[in-house]
């Protein structure tokens, strides 16, 4: 692997991952709150689904450790190692339609669409707009 993603930090790895994970989400959805309050109307409501359907969906597939998947350490509950795996398979099938719900989107809003383009705040703000 390249050097810059390979990281050999010992003890500290999962500390600094989850550092890094933490941060990258915090300044993702810090940019969505800010695309809304400075452009309510170019900030549409599905935009925010995807983002909170992927945020549950990361959340869901987090709070499920191996051993309550291997059935080592969970026994109680109410299906056992089989409910961990159901969770476990919800959390995925969220996260992959969050990923697919907002492709569907983009190209639905922003690829091909003439009629937005003159509307669009970032196209406004660099100043391209079509006559």
Known sequence: MPPCIWFEGGDKRNA????????????????????????????????????????????????????????????????????????LFVGFVLGFASVIASCWLLFSQFVGNDEEKDNMWFATKIGHRRK
């Open 16 to 87: 600094l991952a989850s550092l890094l994970s933490g941060t990258l989400f915090f300044t993702g959805i810090w940019l969505a709150i800010d695309a809304n309050s400075t452009h309510p109307d170019a900030f549409k409501g599905p935009y925010h689904l995807c983002g909170i359907v992927g945020t549950l969906s990361l959340i869901m597939i987090n709070l499920v450790s191996n051993n309550q998947l291997q059935g080592d350490s969970y026994s109680g509950g109410f299906l056992g190692p089989r409910g961990a795996r159901l969770w």
